[in-house]
């Protein structure tokens, strides 16, 4: 099972908007409604940010969200904080019945 | 609070075996799906495997399938990870993770341990 594309950076500025996008095949992305997002600071562990797409867990900021076209996730960060500036990790349930994550963004907030 | 607690990493020699353990607190561990995802140094997030609740339902990435294997003591509240067969590229952080159910299952992590390191090397 290969991995799912994300762009390597992505870059803001403070109250900006960036996405970020994630492609993967009919047999993952495009098959399910069941994309996931995570964020992990530098020697953190992950939080997971959005799931199911498009839906924020309790305590999650509005500012970040979800959605999907055809084999393409995406995930939106509006009003850019400094503190958003991480790692960010897209995945996705396929049909082997396995998880595959995306390689990986780095965001930096300018 | 949920506390998910890693041990049994080390560093070993390809081809040995190695056990991971997570411990879990302030959850119903019975009733929860856990999950294994590693972190090579500098490198991305992979899943590794997920076990559900009851242990009936088992699910392994390609990359370790056949040498590592997921099990649970419910009595216990610990999961566990065991890697037979290990390469220099198995090499990582392992969390532990618990699998948040929603309409696609359980498979979203919201809960993680801080992990257990493994090193494989000669």
């Known amino acids: 099972q290969s991995g799912l594309t994300q762009p390597a950076s992505v870059s803001g500025s403070p109250g900006q908007s960036i996405t970020i996008s994630c492609t993967g095949t009919?047999?993952?992305?495009?098959?399910?409604?069941?994309v996931s997002w995570y964020q992990q600071h530098p020697g953190k562990v992950p939080k997971l940010m959005i799931y199911?797409?498009?839906n924020r867990p309790s305590g999650i900021s509005n500012r970040f969200s979800g959605s999907k076209s055809g084999n393409t996730a995406s995930l939106t960060i509006s009003g850019l904080q400094a503190e958003d500036e991480a790692d960010y990790y897209c995945?996705?349930?396929?049909?082997?019945?396995?998880?595959?994550f995306g390689g990986g963004t780095k965001l930096t907030v300018l | 609070q949920v506390d998910l607690v890693e041990s049994g990493g080390g560093v070993v020699q390809p081809g040995r075996s190695l056990r991971l353990s997570c411990a879990a607190s302030?959850?119903?561990?019975?009733?929860?799906?856990f999950h294994w995802v590693r972190q090579a140094p500098g490198m991305g997030l992979e899943w590794v495997a997920g076990?559900?609740?009851?242990?009936?339902?088992?699910y392994y990435a390609d990359s370790v399938r056949g040498r590592f294997t997921i099990s649970r003591d419910n009595s216990k509240s610990t999961l566990y990870l065991q890697m037979n067969s290990l390469r220099a590229e198995d090499t990582a952080l392992y969390y532990c993770?618990?699998?948040?159910?929603?309409?696609?299952?359980?498979?979203?992590?919201?809960?993680w341990g801080q992990g257990a390191l493994v090193t494989v090397s000669s």
């Open positions: 993770a618990r699998g948040y159910c929603s309409g696609g299952g359980c498979w979203n992590f919201d809960y």
């Open positions: 302030g959850i119903i561990f019975s009733n929860n799906v």
């Open positions: 076990m559900s609740s009851d242990g009936r339902h088992i």
């Open positions: 009919s047999s993952d992305i495009g098959g399910y409604k069941y």
């Open positions: 199911d797409v498009s």
């Open positions: 995945s996705s349930f396929t049909s082997s019945y396995t998880l595959v």
